[in-house]
């Protein structure tokens, strides 16, 4: 008995080297490990043994088994490790990355969905420098020597002629003097303030002015067309209103308002609880303004508006602090595609 039980682990052990896969593996457990297997079979066996050797024969029995299981457990788990390291870096059940698309920011976006409306509407798009003389950032527009926009603490001054342009109106003196009537253009860029960065206000921000001048140019027809930009941008079923404001450029000049969508007019703290959010400042174009590049305000009449693109796009998209528009968080702008 004792050489036989010598013996199977001879075989077990030398068996044991040739397990190469799952199949061999299996066939191992079922030549040694199961109920028909070798070592069942001497258990069967040891019944027949003289009693006195019996317990010391089982013992020896009981550990081949374990010592048995222990090999097999031990190959099993060395296929399963070279398995895995084999393939390594060539799962193809693994899910692909995704490629990170790019997408329009949200600034350049208003900027386009805005010019749009107004391309279809028959205007054109003008450029015009972001530095800028005193002359057309100020006095063509009207501005008196003393009005508090040419503080420093408004202006960017580069010199005492040049600055970083305070609005995009300046280009419409630019087209007035470059072209004779029929005008009627927007023109959308970066201008620039001497603010405190905060969540309301940043030196550099977007505008898009307007201007059309012709013969018979009315307040009626400025209405009509900023009321249809309106409904066209924030949604035909909008109230709108037009109040009395003040810009030295427009006589007379308003603001316009639509009825606050976010809370249906109702009052909540995007609208400061009025039921009203101020989209434009606009006007009919000052005479002075007129006489500043040779245009006759007897024949001609035109309006003018500006409208803030970053303030458009926090409207429009529910943000409440215009750093999120520049500091480029991607977990921000990818919000926006
Ligand atoms: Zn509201």
């Given at each position: 008995m004792k050489e036989r039980i010598d013996a199977l682990l001879a075989e077990i052990r030398n068996a044991a080297e040739q397990l190469k896969d799952e199949d061999t593996a299996e066939q191992f457990r079922i030549a040694y490990l199961s109920r028909k297997g070798g070592i069942a079979q001497l258990f069967e066996d040891l019944k027949g043994v003289p009693k006195e050797v019996k317990p010391e024969m089982g013992k020896a029995l009981n550990i081949l088994r374990q010592q048995t299981q222990a090999i097999l457990d031990t190959a099993v788990e060395n296929l399963r490790q070279s398995q895995k390291s084999s393939v390594a870096g060539l799962d193809v059940t693994l899910p692909g990355r995704a490629v990170s698309r790019g997408h329009k920011h949200i600034v350049s976006a208003t900027i386009e969905e805005i010019s749009d409306i107004f391309r279809r509407m028959g205007f054109s798009i003008a450029d015009g420098p972001e530095i800028e003389t005193d002359y057309y950032n100020f006095e063509a527009l009207n501005f008196a020597a003393d009005h508090p926009a040419r503080d420093m603490q408004d202006t960017f001054f580069l010199s005492d002629s040049h600055l970083l342009r305070t609005h995009t109106t300046p280009v419409q003196v630019r087209l007035m003097e470059q072209y004779k009537?029929?005008?009627?253009?927007?023109?959308?860029?970066?201008?620039?303030?001497?603010?405190?960065?905060?969540?309301?206000?940043?030196?550099q921000f977007h505008q898009v002015d307007g201007l059309f001048v012709d013969k018979g140019v009315t307040f009626a027809d400025l209405k009509g067309t900023l009321i249809t930009f309106a409904k066209m941008y924030y949604g035909s079923s909008l109230k709108y209103r037009f109040r009395p404001s003040y810009f030295p450029f427009t006589e007379p000049s308003a603001e316009m308002d639509i009825s606050c969508y976010l809370c249906g007019a109702k009052g909540c703290r995007v609208c400061k609880y009025t039921g009203w959010l101020e989209i434009l400042g606009c006007g009919m174009v000052d005479p002075n303004v007129f006489s500043f590049v040779d245009v006759d305000p007897e024949e001609y009449s035109g309006y003018a508006f500006g409208i803030g693109i970053e303030r458009t796009a926090m409207l429009r998209h529910g943000l409440d602090d215009i750093r999120l528009l520049f500091e480029n968080d991607m977990r921000v702008n990818h919000q926006f595609n």
């Open positions: 009537p029929p005008i009627r253009a927007i023109f959308p860029g970066k201008v620039y303030r001497n603010e405190v960065i905060s969540a309301r206000s940043h030196v």
